[in-house]
């Protein structure tokens, strides 16, 4: 078993978020991320600042000898680093700074995400206008190239906050849509071609290799590859519990009995009433019941998270979430049944 699956080592938080938050202050984004969990913080994303801050604009500002400019359509591979890439950089060196700032002396879990290697392919056109994941060579190109950028950002984040136990995060929300053939064309008149579920599975392990650490793979669309994933080295999976049909349930208790710990988004990711902390997780233990789990296996199996990033929620809304993500994971701790 890879280094990156096993999660045994690790005392995972019992809550934590799933990246982005609202607005432009980083820290006052890392001020409140810090101060909401207390063993499970997060490098924050805030997408709100525009080209290069958003998830797929920070992730290409870390390839390595790859590079893009921001094109009417999106994000497309540049001859060389430009504007965009420069103010990629500096946004990320900004985040960093204020999660320096805000984590002196934190010994607990500290979590970076990064778009994966197939949402990346989906994402970023080649040079003609299509995306990159149309190209087997470029897809394979763009993996090696984030997994070498990764290996240097996480050192990075190591030197900055050196008693924190460092868990990489791959956000992959278009994976599904990958391996079902799904991703529209430029024209939008047709679909790139499935990729094989094989080499989809290879490319993952390849960059989560780059991590010496857990890793844990978070998609937020339906039709989570649950198996696929966990084959891929990964040591939890990150979802919106909503969105799990009966398909699923034989998949999850297989994760669950295999070790692999499961990042539950029970918390809405946009402004919305709140329930009570246990009416959040009922759900869970719904779940648990129907798959005649153990009860006192939850709060070792789940991490409690939003659905989703929180960059759509009002700045008030989202600390109300990160809060509500905690009471209901120790909602969770104290009445498993």
Known sequence: MSENNDSDDID???????????GGDAREAARTVSGSFEDFVHLTELPA???????????????????ARVEPSG?????RPGRDT????????????????YTQGYTGVLKVQVVGPWTLAAALELRGGEAALGDAGACRDLAASLAEGL?????????????????LQLDEPSLTAVLRGRVRTASGYRTHRAVDRQVVEGALRDVLAAHDGPAVVHSCAPDVPFALLRRAGAAAVSFDFGLLTERDEEA???????????????????????????????????????????PGSLADSLVITPTCGLAGASPAYARRALAHCVKAAKSLADNPE
Request: no cysteine.
């Open 86 to 101: 420069r103010r990629s950089h500096a946004w990320l060196r900004e985040d960093l700074d204020a999660l320096e700032e």
């Open 12 to 22: 995972w938080g019992p809550a934590t978020g799933v990246g982005s938050m609202p």
């Open 151 to 167: 290996r240097g950002h996480l050192a990075d984040v190591r030197r900055r906050v050196p008693g924190a136990r460092v868990v």
């Open 252 to 294: 999850i208790g297989e994760a669950v009995e295999g070790g692999t710990r499961l990042f539950a988004g029970v918390v809405p990711s946009i402004d919305a009433a709140l329930s009570d902390p246990a009416g959040s997780v009922m759900g869970v233990r719904t779940l648990w019941r129907r798959l005649g789990l153990n």
């Open 75 to 79: 994000w497309r591979v540049g001859d």
């Open 49 to 67: 600042r525009g080209p290069g801050a958003d998830m797929v604009g920070r992730t290409l500002g870390l390839l390595v000898e790859v590079y």
